[in-house]
């Protein structure tokens, strides 16, 4: 499973980093920023040379994913990248341009469908402008079997009826017959279902079952008409790229020492044989590792691209943990009594001996597959259920991810347009990210895992009102801890400020600025959503007669500003007593009607200002990476280090990898 970033409003920060800039192209709907891995530099020798092997494999099944996501994928980027590479004709005219960006929309998507809407792209060029294109230069240069394809490159690039979408899950159609991606070739929705129905009937009662159908094509036999499997494997399907990223997991396996060693050396046997119980070993070794400084993700893991679910996109990243943020987590896990024992909750509902989660925080190195250029920002694997069960799970957030999102949003305009006060800006401009981190680490470490139900109370006392109030009882547990002097006393946070601009931030985001993602008419639907207007405007409410927070209007827009920070948090506190109250003793009616006053329903002339106001600022919704680059240093023949470097050029990477570590015939 993997966090999204959510897209919560982003926030300033003016932390300096030279003067290179963070994002470094946008087209379209998207913008594409360097991320910096701090801590990479003062690594042990042994720990760079591992990151360089494992690197070099997560940029080496970079084809699968394309090809997996539709089989024109492959011609279609190759053509492209070759017009891109040789044509000497005008660069400047309006059809170029619109060559240029459908071919940077192809890299970022990984193939010719939206990464995010599955939708076919439109080109802004016509068949003709590229065959002329196409025609200017020697046909040597895409050699005899790009030129065979050429007709069916056109049709996938310009005829709006061939593969219009990579993933249809509109209920009731064909899903797999109207699906475009590679994971089934000429087989029924249904026929599908069967094979696999069988063949778990055929392993009933086995409490450990492989995730079938996970690292395969089904196909049809054209003669016989049988389905069958196409395995993808050193020497099966994609082999050409597996070697490859065997090879470099070959190295990477010299150089790392027990356990991780052994993990290693078993993806590598799974990937030779493509054996499902060697990735489920696998899988077992990886989780129970905690003790690795350096991570890894490398292979078919997430099963999202499926319309069925079943089969899985090849990724890959290279992690290694962040050593400052742990130390915050853990401190604040040990404290987790302290926290508990000094809530504002009614001693009876409180827990006697409660026990914080240590969140591991990491740096993320490479970025491959399905996690480039767009990536999440937390990852909990494995997904085997009978493994998470028995084993456990990891779970991680990417920490230097989350800071380039904030550094990209910096100077676009947001805090200037949505919060009034200059002193709020200054405070957000230094604390916002301190103030969400925190904010996350409490609500993660402590909020969920603080409290308990009265005896007889059920854990679904709530129904569907339940997730909205959990989410609202984590949040406040941490809104009202940010603001403690416990955390300046543990050395956590410098002062009370840092709860300031958290608390600014959060009543704008709540009774304001998150709006801007809903569309005009609807409610408010999604848990997270609903929280954080729920305790917004409840202490709004609650607070209106001392104007505690209150909504101001300049030249003819509104703005909310909190003007006492203490008592704001005093309220907090209040709510997270009453809330606690209606999880501990189940008080459905309770919990409904604070949901439908206070999260529900929107202000339609607010609705429609906010989002307005947020679409004059022109901010990308999506965005994704270049990779840093690494070179081995040598001398007398042995690695003395590993450089790295932060290149800025969206399309020299993209270059750079299409021609280095594309491995892939066209056809698979
Ligand atoms: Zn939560």
């Not at 899950?169 to 089934?184: A, H």
């Not at 009034?420 to 925190?438: P, S």
């Amino acid at each position: 499973m993997t966090l999204p970033l959510c897209a919560q409003a982003p926030c300033a920060s003016d932390e300096k980093h030279g003067d290179r800039p963070w994002i470094v192209d946008r087209f379209d709907d998207i913008k594409v920023i360097r991320y910096e891995v701090p801590g990479f530099e003062s690594l042990p020798l042994e720990q760079k040379e591992l990151v360089y092997y494992l690197a070099e494999a997560a940029k080496s099944g970079r084809d699968i994913l394309f090809d997996q996501n539709c089989a024109m994928n492959l011609p279609v980027r190759r053509t492209l990248e070759t017009v891109y590479k040789y044509y000497e004709g005008d660069r400047r005219c309006a059809e170029w341009k619109a060559l240029e960006k459908y071919l940077k929309k192809v890299w970022f998507a990984n193939g010719i469908h939206h990464h995010y809407s599955n939708d076919k792209f439109t080109p802004g060029f016509s068949e003709q402008y590229l065959r002329q294109v196409i025609a200017t230069l020697p046909s040597d240069r895409f050699g005899q079997e790009l030129n065979a394809l050429r007709d069916k490159v056109c049709v996938a690039i310009f005829d709006p009826e061939a593969f219009p979408t990579r993933l249809n899950q509109k209920d009731g159609e064909d899903l797999l017959w109207t699906s475009s991606s590679n994971y089934y070739r000429n087989v029924r929705q249904a026929e599908a279902e069967k094979f696999y129905a069988d063949m778990a009937r055929r392993d009933a009662g086995n409490p450990e079952p492989v995730s079938y159908g996970l690292n395969s094509q089904l196909v049809r036999d054209e003669v016989t008409g049988e389905l069958y499997e196409r395995t993808w494997k050193v020497g099966g399907m994609y082999s050409k790229a597996i070697e490859r990223i065997v090879y470099w997991l070959e190295k990477a396996c010299e150089v790392a020492v027990e356990p991780q060693k052994s993990t290693i050396a078993t993806l590598i046997d799974y990937y030779r044989t493509g054996d499902l119980k060697k990735f489920d070993e696998y899988n077992i070794r990886w989780v129970k590792d905690t003790q690795s400084n350096v991570d890894f993700n490398n292979g078919f893991i997430e099963d999202y691209g499926d319309p069925l679910g079943r089969k899985a996109s090849w990724e890959a990243n290279v992690n290694f943990v962040d050593t400052a943020a742990c130390h915050r987590t853990t401190i604040i896990s040990e404290n987790a009594q302290w926290f508990e024992d000094h809530s504002p909750v009614d001693a009876r509902f409180k827990k006697k001996t409660v026990k914080g989660v240590s969140a591991k925080v990491i740096t993320v190195a490479m970025l491959g597959g399905d996690c480039y250029p767009a990536t999440p920002i937390g990852i909990n694997l494995p997904n085997a259920d009978w493994i998470r069960k028995e084993y456990g799970s990891k779970s991680v957030t990417i920490d230097n991810i989350t800071a380039a999102y904030d550094m990209a949003a910096h100077g676009n305009g947001f805090n200037e347009e949505f919060v009034l006060r200059e002193d709020d800006r200054e405070r957000m401009a230094k604390y916002a990210k301190l103030a969400d981190d925190l904010h996350t680490d409490l609500h993660e470490c402590l909020g969920h895992g603080s409290g308990q139900l009265l005896p007889g109370v059920s854990a679904g006392a709530l129904r569907s009102y339940g997730s909205t109030l959990e989410e609202a009882r984590a949040d406040l547990f941490g809104l009202y801890y940010l603001g403690d002097e416990k955390l300046v006393e543990l050395g956590i946070t410098p002062s009370f400020d840092v709860a300031k601009a958290g608390y600014a931030k959060y009543i704008m985001n709540g009774m304001m600025t998150q709006l801007a993602r809903i569309e005009l008419g609807k409610d408010v639907e999604e848990a997270h959503m609903r929280n954080r207007k729920l305790i917004s405007e409840w202490c709004y409410e609650q607070g209106r007669a001392d104007k505690i927070i209150e909504w101001q209007v300049k030249e003819g827009k509104r703005y909310v500003v909190v003007n006492d920070f203490e008592r704001l948090r005093a309220l907090f506190g209040r709510l997270l007593c009453e809330i606690q109250r209606i999880k501990s003793e189940g008080d459905y009616e309770a919990g409904r009607e604070l949901v439908e006053k206070y999260a529900v329903k929107i202000d339609p002339d607010l609705h429609k200002e906010v989002r307005d106001r947020y679409q004059a600022l022109g901010i990308e919704p999506y965005g994704g990476f270049v990779n840093p680059e690494y070179e081995l240093v040598e001398k007398d023949g042995r690695v003395v280090d590993v450089k790295i470097s932060y290149p800025a050029d969206y399309v020299a990477q993209m270059m750079d990898y299409g021609e280095n570590y594309s491995f892939l015939d066209l056809e698979n």
